[in-house]
């Protein structure tokens, strides 16, 4: 046999009109939401592939530096693949692989990746040749809703991310 008990004075419940407008009420907000989050993580993650393309790149320099060696950083062609090499070409690390939706910006007319021979050599100076294979340039970097960010290496082996931007003409 069941036994029911009586509620005690003053205790209510939702009715069920009540919870299907509050229900419906978060879904709608849920459906505002969901486009919004979307965005931001698409380009939170084209930040962290230009963070990561930049921690190769410096990494590959200070490897260079400490070993007293040329290495590089290679970007092969038709791929979204870069990775750490020696100067003979030995894998140091990686292949390491973009994120979904960010893909090497070729959109702005001309190549991703804009170094001589698609990598970048850093001497045992920490500096990159002047001209040649493996001279200065850039990674070029775009996602889905078109933000870019473009990795620069200069002569003396800086490396530096822009900003985001939109618009088809980096900021430096």
């Given at each position: 046999?069941?036994?029911t008990?009586?509620k005690?004075k003053?205790?209510?419940?939702?009715?069920?009109?009540?919870l299907?407008?509050?229900l419906?009420?978060g879904m709608?907000?849920?459906?505002i939401?969901?486009?919004?989050?979307?965005?931001?993580?698409?380009?939170?993650?084209?930040?962290?592939?230009?963070?990561g393309?930049?921690?190769?790149?410096?990494?590959a320099?200070?490897?260079?530096?400490?070993?007293?060696?040329?290495?590089?950083?290679?970007?092969?062609?038709g791929t979204?693949?870069?990775?750490?090499?020696?100067s003979t070409?030995?894998i140091?690390?990686?292949?390491?692989?973009?994120?979904?939706?960010?893909?090497?910006?070729s959109?702005?007319?001309?190549?991703?990746?804009?170094?001589?021979?698609?990598?970048?050599?850093?001497?045992p100076?920490?500096?990159?040749?002047?001209?040649?294979?493996?001279?200065?340039?850039?990674?070029?970097l775009?996602?889905?809703?078109?933000?870019r960010?473009?990795?620069?290496?200069?002569?003396g082996?800086?490396?530096r991310?822009?900003?985001t931007?939109?618009s088809?003409?980096?900021?430096?």
């Amino acid at each position: 046999m069941i036994t029911t008990f009586p509620k005690p004075k003053g205790e209510r419940g939702f009715s069920l009109t009540e919870l299907v407008v509050v229900l419906f009420g978060g879904m709608i907000l849920l459906a505002i939401a969901v486009p919004a989050l979307d965005t931001t993580l698409d380009q939170y993650r084209l930040v962290l592939a230009a963070q990561g393309v930049t921690n190769q790149l410096q990494f590959a320099r200070m490897k260079a530096v400490s070993s007293n060696e040329s290495f590089r950083v290679n970007f092969p062609e038709g791929t979204s693949d870069y990775r750490v090499e020696t100067s003979t070409g030995d894998i140091v690390a990686g292949p390491f692989t973009l994120p979904p939706g960010t893909v090497w910006n070729s959109e702005d007319g001309g190549s991703g990746v804009t170094f001589p021979g698609r990598f970048v050599v850093f001497l045992p100076t920490g500096s990159v040749p002047a001209s040649g294979n493996g001279a200065t340039g850039r990674a070029k970097l775009i996602n889905q809703s078109g933000v870019r960010i473009d990795i620069v290496v200069q002569v003396g082996g800086s490396v530096r991310a822009t900003p985001t931007y939109k618009s088809a003409t980096a900021p430096f």
